[in-house]
């Protein structure tokens, strides 16, 4: 008997301490605070891992919209009301790359937000206006094709440099509007543990993010865009019965066909921009809880990765970017009226009548 109470005694205590291990091993964000967040586990081999594929991302991002920034600010030719639009939205990817991604990263990483409640303020408000800009510059490419595809007439006098730059400034300042409005709304909340940074929406911020974040801006952009490919077929199905017949193309239907693969390419990187955005908000319809934190993760990172792809096709669509790339990098930017070089020539000799742009916008062929 004596000896069967031992080694009970001895399972007793070996259990014990199993349990107080786990205990031990149990980790918070805060160990002085009861509410505190549970901090998950990671080996070194996946910090490692982690910090280097972030930190690669993050300064590629900024790198590639860097250079877009830098070849509209400074070569002249590129100053027009679209590229304004395309600046904008390098503008808006940059600060993704710049702020979003490695803050995100983090709290990714560590699982837990170190940073204080004000900062998770001002970062949930950044991340928010760079989302919601980068989809209204998208809008407000869509607009600015369709006019100069459908009404190529009025474009010159309708979408002008100035009025440009305000409507794209009040977009900013409406983004920003908005996004503090929200953020400002749920900072309230008392749930949850600390040592976290989520916007957690109502029921009815979510019906109104829905509509004014998603469902309007993608109806403008996808009906804007199917009435300008309807519009582009047309034009180029007349262009072509034109030379087949062996009549001489007027400049102005050559002006028109360099709109159309103006609007063909944009539209290319508009419908990459909604693939990356539409799963996203399909899946934030259903209930928070039935979505799988990964695969949360996974679509929240689809959106930042689109930030590096615009410049990305840019560079393979357009041969300006190309051009202005071996300027800047080359430092030939820094030479004397280098903001004034045509870059849209291939041969030096070419006038400037014969190049393939409409109001300063470069296409490919």
């Not at 014990?16 to 586990?41: G, R």
């Not at 030719?77 to 702020?99: C, E, F, Q, R, Y």
């Not at 919601?132 to 979408?159: E, F, M, Q, W």
């Amino acid at each position: 008997m004596k000896g069967q109470k031992g080694e009970q005694n001895k399972l007793l205590t070996g259990g014990d301490s199993l349990m107080a291990y786990e205990y031990q091993e149990t980790q918070y964000c805060f160990s002085a605070i009861n509410s505190s967040c549970v901090k998950e586990k990671r080996s070194s081999y996946e910090y490692y891992i982690m910090y280097v594929f972030f930190s690669l991302l993050s300064a590629w991002t900024v790198f590639l919209n860097l250079l877009v920034i830098i070849s509209i600010s400074h070569f002249k030719k590129l100053h027009t009301p679209t590229n304004m639009i395309i600046l904008s939205l390098a503008v808006a990817d940059m600060l993704m790359g710049l702020i979003v991604m490695p803050v995100d990263a983090i709290k990714l990483i560590e699982t837990c937000w170190y940073f204080g409640e004000s900062l998770c303020d001002l970062f949930l408000t950044i991340m928010g206006l760079v989302l919601s800009t980068s989809l209204g510059n998208l809008v407000l490419i869509a607009v600015d094709r369709y006019v100069a595809v459908c009404h190529p007439l009025v474009y010159p006098l309708k979408i002008t440099m100035t009025k440009m730059l305000i409507i794209v400034s009040c977009c900013w300042l409406f983004s920003s509007a908005y996004n503090i409005t929200i953020v400002k709304s749920t900072s309230q909340r008392t749930d949850g543990c600390y040592g976290e940074c989520n916007a957690i929406l109502t029921y009815e911020w979510r019906a109104t993010d829905l509509i004014f974040s998603f469902l309007l801006p993608c109806t403008i952009i996808i009906t804007l865009h199917l009435r300008i490919f309807y519009v582009v077929h047309q034009q180029v199905k007349v262009i072509n019965s034109q030379m087949k017949r062996g009549k001489s193309v007027m400049e102005g239907s050559v002006k028109r066909k360099s709109e159309s693969k103006a609007a063909l390419t944009l539209g290319i990187i508009v419908a990459i921009h909604l693939l990356c955005w539409i799963p996203y908000y399909i899946l934030t319809l259903t209930d928070s809880i039935a979505i799988p934190p990964t695969v949360l993760y996974c679509l929240i990172w689809v959106l930042y990765i689109n930030s590096c792809l615009n410049p990305i096709l840019y560079a393979f669509f357009y041969p300006w970017f190309r051009k202005s790339f071996k300027h800047i990098l080359t430092l030939k930017i820094f030479q004397l009226a280098s903001s004034h070089v045509n870059i849209f020539t291939k041969k030096p000799a070419m006038p400037l009548e014969d190049q393939d742009t409409q109001y300063g916008f470069p296409v490919i062929h």
